[in-house]
């Protein structure tokens, strides 16, 4: 059974920086595909990073320059390093792994970014 756990979510002042973290633990073996989702008040859950176990990444346009995914392969662990945060950045981030044609999904973490 896979699961995934992030954290690293919280409060902060508009320009500053978040990391956000997301660990898969269960049988994940090879190819696979991580991301980061978000999804705010009111609003439709949207993707935000995506990347690929050989590292192609791919950035929703309104955070592109200010947010890099990474991931550590090794720890099957996926990093969303959030930096020049806006308050309309202000959401619940999730976590998404696709694997073998299935997704799964962490829990969410709370981001909110004050003006």
């Known amino acids: 059974q896979v699961q995934l756990v992030e954290s690293g979510g919280g409060l902060v002042q508009a320009g500053g920086s978040l990391r956000l973290s997301c660990a898969a633990s269960?049988?994940?073996?090879?190819?696979?595909?991580m991301a980061w989702h978000r999804q705010a008040l009111g609003r439709q859950r949207v993707l935000v990073a995506t990347?690929?176990?050989?590292?192609?990444?791919i950035y929703e346009d309104s955070v592109k320059g200010r947010f890099t995914i990474s991931r550590d392969n090794a720890k099957n662990t996926v990093y969303l390093q959030m930096n020049s945060l806006k308050p309309e950045d202000t959401a619940v981030y999730y976590c998404?792994?696709?694997?073998?044609?299935?997704?799964?999904w962490g829990q969410g973490t709370q981001v909110t970014v004050s003006s």
């Open positions: 269960g049988s994940i073996f090879g190819i696979n595909t």
């Open positions: 998404r792994l696709g694997y073998l044609g299935n997704a799964y």
């Open positions: 990347i690929t176990s050989g590292g192609t990444t």
